[in-house]
C-alpha cells in the first residue's frame, strides 16, 4: 500500500526553553471559528491515519497474527480485527485458549471463507477499511480490463473485485461495507453484460441479500441465457426460480409441441452428458439412434465451455459441426472458447477455421472478449515474475494476429530445398526446427505441438542422423516391418509438419528468421563445444547472431500488434537460459 503524507492537525504543541523546571506551554490552533467538534474530526482523522499505517510501516511489525491470502501471508493484529468484527472476536476467542505465547497464529483464507474467493489486493483493501474506516480507491490492476475501449465501469474484472469485497465485507460481518458495496453491485446490474450478472448473483444468493438477488434474478430471467449455463453456474434453487419467472413460449392450443419439445431436450441433455463423461464414443452411438445433430444439440459449444481440451478435439475430429455456428445469443464457439481462455482450445478452433472476426450480439469479437475478461495483472503477469507466458496473454495475442491478417485455410506448407524426396532428411529438418523453436519460445512451441498431437507420434532420432554423431547402434524393434516404419515416421512428419506450420501462421518473422538459419546447416550449431577452437568461436559468433535476429524478429511480429508491453511470448525468460541449454544438447 502506498504511505500517504500525515494529515495535519492543526494543533501545535510547543515547550518552553526551560525544559529542566518541567514548564511546557501547550498552543492549539483550530482553523474556523474554533468549534470544538472541529477538534474531534482532525482527532479522528489522525487516529485513522495512525492506524493504517500498521499496515504499511515496513520499519516495525507488532503484528501477532497472519492471514494467507493468494500464498502471500498480511500481518494483522487481532485486537483491532477482533473489536471491528463479530467474526473475528469469535474466532480469535476461540483459539485464544490454544495459542501458544510469543508465536503468531497463521490462518488461510481459503479455510475462514466458506463461499467465493478474495484475491491478495481485494483483501488488502478490506483490511485498509477495518484498519481506517475509509473505503480506498480501487487498484486498476485488478479492478480493470486490459480493453483500451472499455470505460471499465462493468467489465468482468471490475465485477469481479466488488463481488469479491462483498465475500470478504458479509463473510466478516462488516454490515457498514457491505451496504456500500450493496449499492455498486446494484449500479452493475443493468450495466454489465448478463453473464457477468452471474457472479453477482451468487455471492447475493451465499450473503443473502435480499434485494440484490431479486434484482439479479429478474435481470437474468429477462435475458435469453441458455438453461445449461443457469444449470452449470447457479444454485439449483435460484436457476429453477429463474426458469419459473421465464414465459412460456410454447402455444396454448398446440397439444404435440410441448412432448416433441421435451423428446428433443431429453436427448440434448445425454448428449452433453455423455460429453461430461468424456465419453465421444456415446456421443456417436446417441447420434446414430436419435434424429438429432451435433448442431442442434449445440454440442460444441458445451464441449469448449465445459469440457477437457483433449474431448473438445475429439469432438472436432468428427467433422460433424458447424465450427462457425451462432447460438441464440450470437455467441459461435469461438466466442465461448474466448471467455474459458484455454489457448489449446482457441487455436485448435482457428485452425478448423473459426472466425475471429465474427461478432455477437452485442458487437462483441472474440479477442474483445478475452480482453474484457483479462485483468492487466494477468495480462503483465509474466513480465513481472520472469516467468513463461501465461495463457490470458497468449489467447489475446493469437486472436489479435488473426485479425489483423488474412489467414489462409490450413496450415502453412513448408518450403525448403533441404525438403527433398528422402523421408529421413525431411524428418532430420522438422525435428531440427521444432527442437530449436522449443529454446526460443517454449510456450508457444508446446502449445503447437499439443495442437499437433505430437506427443502421440515417436521422436525421430536427430543425433544419429546429425553430422559428428558417433554412429553408434540404437535398439530396433524386428519385428517391425518397412511398411509399419514408414507409417510410422509418416506420422511422426505430418505432426511436426503442423507444429511448423502453427508458428509460420502466428510468428511469420519469427519462422524466415529461422528457414535462414536451418538453410545453413543448423545441427552442428547446437554442438557449441565441439571442433577446433576457431570452429567453436565460428559457431558461437553465429549462435548470438540467431538469437538477435529471433529477438528482432519476434519484436516485429509484437509491433503489428500496435500496443506497448514486453512480448507475450517466453523469449526474453528463455533467452537467458538458452546457451546452457544448447550446451546440454
Known sequence: MEISAEPSSSISFTSSSHVSNGSVSLKISVPGSGNWPNLEIVSLTKLSYNLGQLLVD??????????????????????????????????????????????KQKYDISDILPHGRVCYEAFLIFLSYLYTGKLKPFPPEVSTCVDNLCAHDACRPAVNFAVELMYASSTFQIPELASLLQRRLLNFVDKALVEDVIPILVVAFHCQISQLLTQ????VARSDLDSILLEKELPFEV??????????????????APDVDLLHEKRVRRIHKALDSDDIELVKLLLTESNITLDEA??????????????????????????????????????????????????????????????????????????????????????????????????????EREMRVNPIAGCVSIISPLLSDDLHVKLLYLENRVSFARLFFPTEAKLAMEIAHVETTSEFPVHLASRGSSGNLREVDLNET?????????SRM????????????????????????????????????????????????????LKEDVQKAFNKDKAEFHRSGPSSSSTSSSMKNVNCKVRKL
Open 58 to 103: 515496513s520499519y516495525g511489525d507488532y503484528s501477532d497474527a497472519e492471514i494467507v491470502v493468494e500464498g502471500i501471508p498480511v500481518g494483522v493484529h487481532r485486537c483491532i480485527l477482533a473489536a471491528r468484527s463479530r467474526f473475528f472476536h469469535d474466532l480469535f476467542k476461540k483459539e485464544k485458549d490454544s495459542l501458544e505465547k510469543e508465536r
Open 216 to 219: 439479479c434474478i429478474h435481470r
Open 239 to 256: 436457476a429453477e426460480n429463474i426458469k419459473l419467472l421465464r414465459p412460456n413460449s410454447q402455444a396454448d392450443d398446440d397439444n404435440v
Open 298 to 399: 449445440y454440442a460444441l459449444h458445451f464441449a469448449v465451455a465445459y469440457c477437457d481440451p483433449k474431448v473438445v478435439s475429439e469432438l472436432l475430429s468428427l467433422n460433424l459441426a458447424d465450427i462457425n455456428l451462432q447460438n441464440a445469443r450470437g455467441y459461435t464457439v469461438l466466442h465461448v472458447a474466448a471467455m474459458r481462455k484455454e489457448p489449446s482450445i482457441v487455436v485448435s478452433l482457428l485452425t478448423r477455421g473459426a472466425r475471429a472476426s465474427d461478432m455477437t450480439l452485442d458487437g462483441l469479437s472474440a479477442v474483445t472478449i478475452c480482453r474484457r475478461t483479462t485483468r492487466p495483472k494477468d495480462y503483465h503477469a509474466k513480465t513481472e515474475q520472469g516467468q513463461e507466458a501465461n495463457k490470458d496473454r497468449i489467447c489475446i495475442d493469437v486472436l
Open 482 to 490: 518397412p511398411i509399419m516404419r514408414n507409417k510410422r515416421l509418416l
Open 494 to 545: 505430418e505432426a511436426l509438419t503442423k507444429t511448423v506450420g502453427l508458428g509460420q501462421r502466428y510468428f511469420p518473422h519469427c519462422s524466415q528468421v529461422l528457414d535462414k538459419f536451418m538453410e545453413d546447416d543448423l545441427p552442428d550449431l547446437f554442438y557449441l563445444e565441439k571442433g577446433t577452437p576457431e570452429e567453436q568461436r565460428i559457431k558461437r559468433m553465429r549462435f548470438l547472431e
